[in-house]
């Protein structure tokens, strides 16, 4: 068997200064109803994959685009999880393009390789020199407090933002000095990036003042010890996670993104609603 192929494409336009997100889907791929909690200017959408998981050769093709002016953010209503494999690899696919003064936050929850799955999880980013993007990824390992460890298997890793960064791994299940060394993940089994990018580089103000928010931040959080910022570039701020589970990484990122959201876009930092079930 191939598996289940499915694909979505999602475009945002700006219409009357209202942003309207409208799809077309092939397969288990939808979108649920746009939500406006923070008026006309920002589109909220939940992506949902009814079957809840990908086993070996299935394949998650998701294309979005985000016209001029338009404003989208994308989350889901739970995390995606990479089953076991008996050969075959499972693959989720997402490629953006984010247009001219326009804004992309994609905001899935967590995603879980359960123990055996050989799973590819890969993110392309394209901004114009005038777009903006806030994006994070939250992989766990195994299933701990279940006591189902990863033991076996392979999870590839693949987070691009196309002629400005690229961060790309693989973890091996049997690779004991990437997951327990201190140089690796150090015994954890949770791993969370969060990214905001700029078409164009940030103004050295900006920059400034989001690295002093999120050092305060930081400081205050349980995790300070496993989490850093980093800016590879004019354009890019990264903030890193280790963490032995996925709620405490989680608090970080969404603690962080509200802050980024205050300071860089002047907006509040309005959770969907599906964070709070």
Request: neutral net charge; hydrophobic residues 40%.
């Amino acid at each position: 068997m191939s598996g289940w192929h499915a694909s979505l494409a999602l475009r945002y336009a700006c219409e009357a200064q209202r942003s309207v997100a409208r799809f077309v889907h092939n397969g288990p791929l939808r979108i649920l109803q746009s939500l406006y909690p923070e008026g006309d200017a920002v589109c909220h959408n939940v992506l949902v994959h009814p079957p809840s998981g990908l086993v070996g050769g299935d394949t998650l093709d998701i294309q979005v685009d985000v016209e001029e002016g338009a404003h989208g953010l994308v989350t889901t209503p739970g995390a995606t999880r990479f089953y076991r494999s008996e050969g075959l690899t499972a693959t989720q696919q997402v490629h953006a393009r984010i247009g001219p003064n326009a804004r992309l936050e994609w905001l899935p929850l967590e995603g879980l390789a359960y123990n055996g799955c050989l799973a590819l999880n890969k993110a392309v980013f394209t901004l114009a020199p005038t777009a903006q993007l806030m994006a994070w990824d939250i992989t766990a390992l195994g299933l701990p407090t279940a006591q189902l460890p990863f033991l076996q298997g392979r999870f590839e890793q693949h987070l691009e933002i196309q002629g400005l960064w690229l961060d790309r791994g693989c973890i091996d299940a049997q690779d004991q000095r990437l997951l327990n060394s201190p140089l690796g993940l150090n015994g954890h089994r949770c791993m969370a990036t969060l990214v905001l990018a700029s078409g164009s580089p940030f103004s050295t103000a900006t920059k400034e003042r989001v690295a002093q928010q999120t050092l305060e931040r930081l400081n205050a959080h349980a995790l300070r010890p496993s989490a850093g910022l980093t800016s590879p570039n004019p354009q890019v701020m990264v903030l890193r996670v280790l963490s032995p589970l996925v709620e405490p990484a989680m608090d970080l990122l969404r603690q962080t993104w509200s802050d980024w959201r205050h300071s860089v876009w002047g907006l509040q930092g309005r959770a969907p609603r599906t964070w709070a079930l």
